[in-house]
């Protein structure tokens, strides 16, 4: 079984390129971390993956993200995220024997940027705690469409997740 890590990643040129699998299909379950990460080689589109935390507890809530973003692309240097959807802020979180350094935020605009490498960045829509399972589903379906640009915001308006402004 390989690493989950591109064989280009891993420095081996002439290796084919390996993409992540799609788990769209794995149950969406409460007290989980879920994954919705589907990449392509033409990496079009705003997000590269969703993520649905079942709390604002982020010292509870990463690690099970970041030990599955390890599991699939090696190890996870940085994590930028909003601090208004959040209970607390530390600046960095111990994984798996490694240090993560946490970037905070105050964007509120629900996305988060995973940072394997020096270049080497993921977006991710953050779908708010108080989603249902379906409107969670459809936003994280929405987030990785290949050429999809829509904006979080427009995202989570458009599954019900997040209220429409005030006309």
């Given at each position: 079984?390989?690493?989950?890590?591109?064989?280009?990643?891993?420095?081996?040129?002439?290796?084919?390129?390996?993409?992540?699998?799609?788990?769209?299909?794995?149950?969406?379950?409460?007290?989980?971390?879920?994954?919705?990460?589907?990449?392509?080689?033409?990496?079009?589109?705003?997000?590269?993956?969703?993520?649905?935390?079942?709390?604002?507890?982020?010292?509870?809530?990463?690690?099970?993200?970041?030990?599955?973003?390890?599991?699939?692309?090696?190890?996870?240097?940085?994590?930028?995220?909003?601090?208004?959807?959040?209970?607390?802020?530390?600046?960095?979180?111990?994984?798996?024997?490694?240090?993560?350094?946490?970037?905070?935020?105050?964007?509120?605009?629900?996305?988060?940027?995973?940072?394997?490498?020096?270049?080497?960045?993921?977006s991710f829509l953050v779908?708010?705690?108080?989603?249902?399972?379906?409107?969670?589903?459809?936003?994280?379906?929405?987030?990785?469409?290949?050429?999809?640009?829509?904006?979080?915001?427009?995202?989570?308006?458009?599954?019900?997740?997040?209220?429409?402004?005030?006309?």
């Amino acid at each position: 079984m390989t690493s989950g890590v591109p064989a280009r990643d891993r420095g081996d040129d002439r290796a084919p390129l390996l993409l992540l699998s799609d788990t769209s299909s794995r149950p969406i379950t409460p007290g989980v971390a879920v994954l919705r990460m589907e990449t392509t080689s033409s990496r079009e589109g705003t997000f590269d993956g969703a993520w649905w935390p079942r709390s604002r507890d982020v010292a509870s809530q990463l690690p099970l993200l970041i030990d599955a973003l390890v599991d699939r692309l090696g190890p996870v240097a940085r994590v930028g995220l909003d601090a208004s959807a959040w209970d607390d802020a530390p600046r960095h979180l111990i994984v798996g024997g490694r240090t993560v350094r946490i970037d905070w935020s105050a964007v509120g605009d629900g996305t988060m940027i995973v940072t394997r490498g020096h270049h080497d960045h993921f977006s991710f829509l953050v779908i708010p705690t108080l989603a249902t399972p379906a409107a969670a589903h459809a936003a994280m379906t929405m987030a990785v469409q290949d050429g999809n640009y829509a904006s979080a915001e427009q995202i989570l308006r458009d599954t019900g997740i997040a209220p429409a402004p005030p006309v």
